[in-house]
């Protein structure tokens, strides 16, 4: 029987070999009998399935232990890649723990957090990482990563560019014990009253999320669904000539700019495809108000990318995967 495979884009997925495992050993056992290719999945949050019937095998890690060791002034959090990546959140904001804070309510798991390098209101997953086990799929061992190793850039890390190579099986956080915030991003500081607390950013930061971002459980949406693209100093010095107020941000290798903005200037905030369409609230997101299939909003994707470079001359880099 094939399995369902849940996606937030609410997209017909389903797999003939769905495999699921706790451990290193019992993926070891599930890889030796799978067709190829090897799919793994976190929460379908940022995956798009291009067709109903997924090739290959898709395997999903249900180990959610978490195990916590203290230092001097920081405590390391060994988590289980198949925790809900809020469940961590939360684990971390009821502990005391600071750092993960900025992150709540991002949809996925551990796992995923740590090959896609989620972020948010100016805090990456990749900073809080002391090393990720994982099991390479090539070498059939498991292997650990750390920091200097995971090559973490924005929404980049070495996992999610080494193909499906590494499954990661558990991740390890360090967070501070020493209270600290971090409150500049956009008007975080300013929604909170009075001193700070972990409770009150996470509770701040959730409602900013929600009333900017769609519920996946009530429209379908993959989160953003474009990168923010980084353009040359000249490039940008050019484009800001022409509009003065583009929103822009310091980034390694040029300066950064907001898809949102891009995509809602080129005037692409009404396209829709079928059922697909760019949600009212905020334009990184395409939703699926429906019925929308994947060549639907494959579709819509490609008509945004070219509008909004017929306008600004800046080519959009899908964040989302299609498989
Ligand atoms: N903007 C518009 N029109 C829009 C949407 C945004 O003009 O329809 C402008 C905003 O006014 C702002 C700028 O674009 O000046 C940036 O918008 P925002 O602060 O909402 O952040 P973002 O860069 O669009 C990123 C992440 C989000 C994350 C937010 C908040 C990426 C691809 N996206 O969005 O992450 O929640 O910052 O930190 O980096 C996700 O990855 O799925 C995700 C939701």
New binding site residues.
Partial sequence: MPVRIPNTLGLDAFADNYYEYADAGQLAACLAAAPKPWLPVGGGS?LLFSKPAVEGSVFHCTDTSWEASRGNGYVRVRVGAGMRWDDFVKLCVDNEWYGAENLSL?PGDVGAAAVQN?????AEAGSLVSSVEVYDTVEGLPRVFFPDECEYA??SSIFKKSGKRYFVLKVVFKLSLIPSFSLN??NLAGSIEGEPTLQKVRDAVIAT?QA??PDPEVIGS???F???PVVSEETFAALQARYPDM?HYPAAGGVKL????L???SGC?SMTVGDAGVYE?????LVNRGHATAADIIRLAEDITAKVESVFGVRLQP?VETV
Avoid: Q, T, V
Avoid at 118 to 122: D, H, R
Avoid at 281 to 285: E, G, M, P
């Fill in positions: 940022n991002i989620i972020g948010a209101y100016g924005y929404r991003y956009g999320r900017k971002l993959a989160g953003s474009f990168m923010n929103p907001s898809a949102g903005w995509i809602d200037r905030k609230k905020h334009a990184l997101i964040e």
